[in-house]
Each structure stands twice: as C-alpha cells, then as structure tokens.
C-alpha cells in the first residue's frame, strides 16, 4: 500500500534553533512531493515540492527539504525557527503525470511544530 | 486575485439530514478537488473534478456521497442523510492544471453532525 509517514506526531525547538520535521514515503515509482502547512482553522498553504533535479528544494518561508531517494525520506528543514512558524505540518506525495491524477495527493498524519521563544 | 473560497466555513447539520458544501476555484482554475480530514488525520482525498466532469471519485465513499462542477457556478459536495461520522473538516483545493501544479486550498468547511 501506498503511504507517507510522519514518524513525530509533534516537534519542539527553541526560537533560533535549526528545525527538523521528518518525512518517509513508500510510493511505486517517483512521485513528485511537497510540504504544506496548516494553521488553526485554515486551509493549507504550499511550502514547496520536489520534482526532479537537486536533491534541496527551497520553498516558503526560508523551509528547505532535502530529497533523498535511497532512503525514501523528504524531510523538511529550516536553519533558524521563529515562533510564527509553529503550526501543523503536512508531507504529501502525488504520482507523476500521464494518466495520472497528479492532483491527489497522499498525505502524512501531520507533525505539529511548537516553537518557544 | 481571490483565493479558494469555501462556504459556509461551518455547517451543523442533524442526523438524516442534507448537507451541500460549496467550493469556488480561484481564478483562472478549472481542476477542483475535494479532501477530508477526520479529527486527529490528515487529508484524504475524495474526489478529483474539471468542468461539468467528475475525473477522479475513488476517494468517495460509495452511497450519499456526491459531488459536481457545473458549467457556471461553484462545485458542490453533497452528503445526503448525514450521520455522526460525518463530522469532519472538508477542504476544497483548486489547481490550473498541468503535471505538478501545486494545489491551492480554501479555508474548509467544518461539518458537525449532532
């Protein structure tokens, strides 16, 4: 079965500290993947997303993920973490085109990103 | 540029009773979806639209569920005969199209069934 994993149901950093939100998928083929983010009582917002080319994709915000195909994992990066950045966070991954819907995507369970001052 | 705009952003509704779930694409976008997210889940996706087409359904449930994207107006979810476990946020996403358009999301409509 298809999926994407979100291995921390929350994650803790101090304000200025380096973040990390995981992110593991098992999906046939060479999906594209993306990172969204949710406030409370919102939609999700794009972050950015990973098709092909270098491995560090820089997004939104000053996010960065880092693909990297030997170990099926797409986890999201930041170097110094503000306390506006806490939110839910979401990993995604969607097939590649053809006859592919490209727009449905799987979602991780989400990782919320608490960052204290 | 309006984004995706949801209405209404809360919906209560009685067991048995009709829910419709309105979703206005932004702009220039004619590829719509519909997703669920359950308490404490992420998003699942329901349903894959373009105009006057339903694409994609694998993600609908097979009975109450339904959804359309008319030629002129917004595409509307419809849940008839609403039960508890119905209860949930659902979000439209709308895209321009093309292989890796990211999806643009509306704020959700949040279903409460009592």
């Known amino acids: 079965a298809q999926s994407v994993a979100q291995p921390e149901d929350q994650v803790n950093v101090a304000e200025g500290n380096p973040l990390t939100v995981k992110c593991t998928y098992s999906v046939s083929g060479n999906p594209y993947l993306f990172w969204y983010v949710q406030y409370p009582n919102r939609g999700l917002q794009f972050l950015l997303k990973?098709?092909?080319?270098?491995?560090l994709v820089k997004g939104s915000y000053g996010f960065e993920a880092e693909f990297n195909k030997s170990q099926t994992s797409f986890h999201l990066k930041k170097p110094s973490a503000l306390v506006s950045d806490s939110a839910l966070y979401f990993c995604?991954?969607?097939?590649?085109?053809?006859?592919?819907?490209?727009?449905?995507?799987?979602f991780g369970q989400g990782t919320t990103l608490q960052v204290k001052p | 540029n309006a984004g995706v705009m949801q209405n209404p952003r809360h919906l209560v509704r009685r067991r048995g009773q009709e829910a419709r779930l309105r979703c206005s694409p932004m702009k220039g976008h004619s590829h719509v979806y519909w997703y669920r997210q359950l308490p404490e889940e992420g998003l699942k996706f329901m349903v894959y639209l373009q105009k006057e087409n339903i694409i994609d359904e694998s993600g609908m449930p097979k009975e109450r569920f339904s959804a359309e994207f008319p030629k002129e107006g917004p595409s509307i979810l419809r849940i008839q005969q609403v039960v508890r476990g119905d209860s949930a946020a659902y979000f439209c996403?709308?895209?321009?199209?093309?292989?890796?358009?990211?999806?643009?999301f509306g704020n959700g409509t949040r279903l409460t069934v009592t």
């Open positions: 990973y098709i092909t080319g270098d491995n």
């Open positions: 996403a709308s895209s321009p199209g093309g292989d890796n358009s990211p999806l643009h």
């Open positions: 995604a991954v969607s097939h590649r085109g053809g006859s592919s819907n490209t727009g449905k995507l799987i």
